[in-house]
């Protein structure tokens, strides 16, 4: 019995751990399905999150390589990113093209601006040439005029033309002022420079080039005056002090202005003597300087205009300076040319700082204010068209004073200077002398003459490449009225009726000759009655005089080239 109840006790024990294993084995499997499951759905979930990468797309990752990619370091596939990293500049194709458009503009620059200068350095010379070749012989001939009308008869006709009238006072100054120059001692001048220290020196050149400017600025404003003051029709109502006084004052400041381009000379001949060339150094380091008084300001094409026009004169001033340090020179040497070599590098080195910071100059101010380097062109067409238009019947002035009026370039102080060390530098002596000096003078003449040729036929192709052969048959712009001239003028017309044009008469320059023709009048801008200012204007008074301001801030015509000169200030706004 007992052994029957063991049997039976140990069946029912290995029958429970029976279920036991089965129900082991279920939970076992349950597990495993869910922990499929879960896989199932995490790679499901990895497939949908697929990123792009230079148009490409991940491949499905396995579980061996998601584990191994698990145990890589990220600086690893940062490298492999940054390699393997592309971009399109064709989707901003308008930047790249303005900036190379830009570059190709500065590389322009250069020989664009060397064309401009090589024009109005030989328009500078010939005006300079003029004074000694021409201007005698205009003056000689007016001479003759003026001895020989008591013998042919006045018959109701003017004693000398206005032009004659111009060359006999442009004489006188030249004959009064070279007289005057010999009571000022050169030698001594330079002495009295040379005890000055570097520092004091370089203040005194700096000084004397902003003095040149305002002399420039006022004196052709002098020398205006008296040649419309002499030849101003009598019959008109006397509005000056007289032609005598303003003679004088013309007289003083060619002479003052010779006096100033002398103390600069002798300035930059005290540099050119000095051991350590120190002098020379700063006063070159100078002309960098401007590059920063003028790169980063704002320019129109007018103000590049006005600049241009000053470098050229700037230029041909410093070359004539540059000779008159080489014959002081020369003379000290006992005109020994081996001399001339020593001076040689330093005028080259000069020349070529000054042709440096005109180029850098001129490339980064078209490129910060967007202006192309065909403008240039354009200022060769105006400086064309001024030569051009004084060989016209109707010509208004003087070719030399358009261009003094243009570039700000007086000839006669600095003529008058070249002459005065000239004169003291070479001894004439006996016949074979004088024979030389009238070689030399034909010589002059002839160069003269070729000069004028040839500018004259490149300045009328300049004029025909710029379609500008129409305006040659056009009056002068004349001077801007005064705001309050123009006031009176627009409240004269508001006045009138409306059928009745306005009489007018066109305020002429300072230098413009009577012309025979009738001048038309200038178009009028409407005004309204609010231009008729009261004391207490009330609300919608003021909204008038607003509106009819900004009218005519928008209406108003923009100034030609023709119209600019050295001196003109022009707006801030490119054109």
Known sequence: MNVVSAGKMADSVAAGLADENETENEDKEREK?????????EEQAAASDLTETLGFYERKAKCKERKSNVSDPSLVRFISAELTRGYFLEHNEAKYTERRERVYTCLRIPKELEKLMMF?????????????????????????????????????SRILQPAQVCDV?????????????????????????????????????????????????????????????????????????????????????????????????????????SHNKSLLTIMMSNNFVEIKGSVFKKFEKNNLFQMSNSDIKERFTNYTLLLIVCLRN???????????????????????????????KHAFITKFNDITADV????????????????????????????????????????????????????IQGSLSIVCVVLFYLGMITLKVLNSIM??????????????????????????PSRASSRAHRTKHTREPAGEPAEEGLSASVTTQPSQSDECPAPQLHTSQSDQFLTTPDESEEKSLIQDDTELKHRAPKKDLLEIDRFTICGNRID
């Open 330 to 360: 020369m003379e000290q040497f006992s005109w020994n040319p081996d001399h001339l070599w020593v001076l040689f590098p330093d005028v080259c080195m000069v020349i070529a700082s000054e042709i440096a910071v005109d180029v850098v």
């Open 120 to 156: 109005g350095f030989f328009l500078c010379l010939d005006v300079f040439l003029y004074v000694f070749t021409l201007l005698p012989l205009r003056v000689l001939l007016a001479l003759i005029r003026l001895l020989t009308l008591p013998c042919c008869g006045l018959s109701g």
């Open 169 to 273: 006072l442009k004489g006188v100054i030249m004959v009064l002022c070279y007289f005057m120059m010999h009571y000022v001692d050169y030698s001594m001048m330079y002495h009295m420079i040379r005890g000055q220290s570097v520092i004091k020196l370089y203040i005194i050149y700096n000084m004397l080039e902003v003095a040149d400017r305002l002399f420039s600025s006022f004196g052709q404003d002098i020398l205006d005056a008296l040649y419309w003051t002499a030849t101003e029709p009598k019959e008109r109502k006397r509005a000056h002090i007289g032609v005598i006084p303003h003679f004088f004052m013309a007289v003083l400041y060619v002479f003052l202005h010779a006096i100033l381009i002398m103390v600069q000379a002798t300035t930059l001949n005290v540099a050119f003597n």
């Open 33 to 41: 399905r869910l922990f499929s499951g879960v896989r199932k759905t």
């Open 455 to 480: 500018l004259l036929g490149k300045s009328c192709m300049y004029v025909k490449e710029a379609n500008m052969e129409e305006k040659l048959f056009q009056n002068p712009p004349s001077a801007a």
């Open 376 to 427: 240039y062109s354009e200022y060769r067409a105006s400086l064309a068209f001024d030569l051009v238009s004084s060989r016209q019947k109707n010509a208004y002035t003087d070719y030399s004073d358009s261009v003094s009026r243009r570039m700000g370039f007086i000839p006669l102080p600095l003529a008058l200077l070249l002459i005065r060390v000239v004169t003291s530098s070479v001894k």
